[in-house]
């Protein structure tokens, strides 16, 4: 079970961090990410990371979002700087036993983030 919580209303340029916590057989979980969906867009990866170090972010995230977070034991952070009204989206973490960068098989519940122009 993953539960992700903090998100909130920011003007642009401001910052929020986003939290993912696991629950259950988290050692079986490899890989952990971040997606988002926009009102009437399709979901897409923002961020995410494995157990073996690898990571990706979408482009237009890059140097402005980190993800951490050591393990599955242990909470998973979505740290987003810079925000932009286009980051205005639903977030939800996700989870997967395998060690691919697309983390697709438990998700949490979203939380919603709302930049203000």
């Known amino acids: 079970q993953l539960q992700a919580s903090g998100g909130g209303l920011v003007q642009a340029g401001g910052s929020l961090t986003l939290s993912c916590s696991a629950s259950?057989?988290?050692?079986?979980?490899?890989?952990m990410g971040w997606y988002r969906q926009a009102p009437g867009k399709q979901r897409e990866l923002v961020a995410s990371?494995?157990?073996?170090?690898?990571?990706r972010y979408k482009k237009t995230v890059q140097g402005r979002f980190v993800i951490s977070g050591e393990n599955a034991e242990n909470p998973m952070y979505l740290r987003m700087n810079s925000l932009k009204p286009e980051d205005t989206a639903v977030y939800f973490c996700?989870?997967?036993?395998?060690?691919?960068?697309?983390?697709?098989?438990?998700w949490g519940h979203g939380t919603l983030v709302t930049v203000s122009s």
């Open positions: 259950g057989d988290v050692l079986t979980l490899n890989s």
């Open positions: 996700a989870a997967d036993r395998s060690d691919g960068l697309e983390p697709l098989e438990y």
């Open positions: 990371h494995t157990s073996t170090g690898k990571t």
